[in-house]
């Protein structure tokens, strides 16, 4: 299957710094990929939809200025949580879309973040 | 987007067939259905599509109705290696909005 994969597995900042997370569409290119945040015991949320090229869609809710998302190549996206704080501390998890046809989403293995 | 909803848990022994049923009845024409396992501290893992009737592959079987209201995926002989999160999800805009998803246990 299509792999996936993200970068850092974990990082530890402190309040007010900010943070990049790296994913990547190892062997496929991926035009739309994906961005969840997980809290514990939680499902994952729908942050937003990385297009390559192009703006993010957000969801609502999710502000666009504290998690700048960028599609630069098709097989990467990165997404900076900017002046972290306690509370963004969370399992932030990308995915990327193969295929036109039909929805096959394939997921990275997650970042944790603690913001200390 | 059409919503799911499944067990929020399930309990099975080794050596047994565990079948999770997910209700969808809202499902769109072009709406095609997708389950993932997710153990802690990782990413979903991606287990078996469909669109109407059957499909297996090597890990599981998914049986869809005429319908398509609902879908059952059927993981034969589970192992203790299965407990984890499974997530049914419906859609072919992109976007995937996960349900809480069934915690299935499995016990020796």
């Known amino acids: 299957g299509a792999v996936v994969s993200q970068h850092p597995s974990r990082v530890i900042c402190k309040s007010g710094t900010s943070v990049k997370i790296e994913c990547r569409s190892l062997?496929?290119?991926?035009?739309?990929m994906f961005w969840y945040r997980q809290f514990p015991k939680q499902s994952l949320m729908l942050m937003a939809t990385?297009?390559?090229?192009?703006?993010?869609?957000?969801e609502q809710g999710v502000e666009k200025d504290k998690f700048l998302i960028n599609h630069a190549s098709l097989t990467l996206s990165t997404l900076t949580v900017t002046s972290a704080h306690p509370e963004d501390s969370s399992f932030y998890i990308c995915?990327?879309?193969?295929?036109?046809?039909?929805?096959?989403?394939?997921f990275g293995p997650g970042t944790r973040l603690l913001v200390l | 987007l059409a919503k799911t909803t499944q067990p929020i848990s399930m309990d099975s022994y080794e050596g047994q067939e565990v079948n999770i049923t997910c209700s969808h009845n809202?499902?769109?024409?072009?709406?095609?259905i997708t389950w993932y396992q997710q153990f802690p501290s990782q990413g979903p893992r991606f287990i078996i599509q469909?669109?109407?009737t059957k499909v297996t592959n090597e890990v599981a079987s998914l049986f869809i109705p005429a319908d398509r209201k609902s879908s059952t995926l059927s993981l034969p002989r589970v192992s203790l290696s299965d407990t984890a999160v499974y997530y049914c999800?419906?859609?072919?805009?992109?976007?995937?909005?996960f349900g809480q998803g069934t915690t299935l246990q499995v016990k020796p």
């Open positions: 995915s990327a879309r193969v295929g036109r046809d039909q929805e096959t989403q394939y």
């Open positions: 809202n499902i769109a024409t072009n709406d095609y």
């Open positions: 469909g669109y109407k």
């Open positions: 062997d496929f290119q991926a035009t739309t």
């Open positions: 999800l419906v859609g072919d805009t992109g976007k995937l909005i």
């Open positions: 990385s297009n390559e090229g192009s703006k993010a869609t957000y």
